[in-house]
């Protein structure tokens, strides 16, 4: 075996590795059976309890902004669609097959001379996003297209090159942070137009060359970031899958080192490297690298268990894919308002932020529809407040009308699912030293009836509190019910059990 992998070089060796690791992004965490020695793994604590983690994890409601180049297309050239010929939106460029245009690629590697975003406002984005509720937002300083939104002075693809001029970013992380949001750069590793990136790890002296080059853009210009914009809370990696990026582990390693030495309480994600046999998110021995796990994209966990009490984020689209401007929204599902809002609430009773996209057009306006849900969910996220920040997930028998978060001897159960008979059965295992004694609904104030019902299925674990709504109570969206949590009245009277 040993001469074998010698003739097969480096670069396969590696890839072999690569795919007998567990590449596990998500869902439930298998435990490696056996430990393996690991030089590149995790570099800072599991569950970091510093000011700057502790505020992550009551974000719970995010904005992500995609905005570069492709809101100028919009998925579309001269009235032809990209949809089936370009993944997404924001994956323009990559346009193939028999819709796509005529030199495609140099056209869109010359959109930069157009962008002039005159309708640009950061401060309008900041207000509007603080009107929904969000704490935190992500933006996109350079998506995989290698556009930097911000002057860098480590190539010539920037901001600056095009009619607009200004500092995107700076105009972004300034108006955010005077709003009181949090920000995080988004950065996307691989670029496709940039002739020193390579998709496969580098094998010949001349590759090597190249991707070193990369590598060392890549440093400075993230290194220039965290300079330029020192109010940024983290950095949101994207583009890290590539073997090449997979290689380069032990540059990733000293780079995080170098990025949280400048930048003390930095955030990052699980996104950004791998350990040495390839593991990416998680180590070989599955510990988490990086901060919290980046790898819920338009996902969620099935349930609590699978998280091993890690901290996470989970992205969303509106439409089904799509994270740039995309002109036409027909023929496909957007998600409602009371969509977003059970899956806001889905992740906060698992601990996790719910991060909601908007792409922008090349004018540099959120189209209506974002507008539209960005207000009332804001209204919703106002009145229900106390169920969505602070508050973290609740070890209670999962409810079928809907989600809890707890707080301090305090439960809210976000109601989406209304009984019919207007009784909301809180099942509370039998060994709980607290159970609900008041209830009042979060939205009006107003005290509703709680009542024990023991319901005596034998061999049953809980007991049962009922929560009484009034049939007068008409709401159009989901509800949040406040439960005090307390000492049992009384323990129950118990008839005596049947002999069998
Ligand atoms: O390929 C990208 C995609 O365009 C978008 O930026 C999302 C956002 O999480 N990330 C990618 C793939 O994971």
Redesign the pocket.
Known sequence: MKGITIRLGFGLLFAMLAVNSPAQWTGAKKKPQTLKDIKYGPITPAHRTDAQMSAFRNYGLGQ?I?WGLYAIPGNEWNGVSARGGA??S??IRSWGGPTAPKDWKKTYDNLYRQFNPRQFDAVKWAQQAKAMGARYMIF?TK??DGFALWPTRYSDYNISKTPYKKDVVKQVVDAYTAAGIDVFL?F?VLEWNNPDYLSKAPQTPEEHKRFDRFLQYTRNQLLELVTNYPQIKGLWF??TWDASWKSAYDFTYKLEKELREKHPGLIIGSRFRNDEFGARHFDSNGRLLGDYEQGW?RKMPGSFDWLDGNDWDC?MTIPPNG??YMKDWSGIYTKTTDDLLEMLMRCRSMNGNFVL?FGPDGNGNMRPEEDRIASEMGEWVKQNAPAVYESRHSDLPASGYGYFTEKDSVLYLTVFNRPVNNIARIAIPRSSKQVPVSATLLQNGSGLEVKHADIGLDLDKNTYYDIVLPASFQTERAFVIRIGLGAPAKKADRLMDAKM
């Open positions: 992500f995609h993944a997404a924001e994956w996109t998506h995989h988004y996307s994207d583009g994209e992205v994270w740039g996209n």
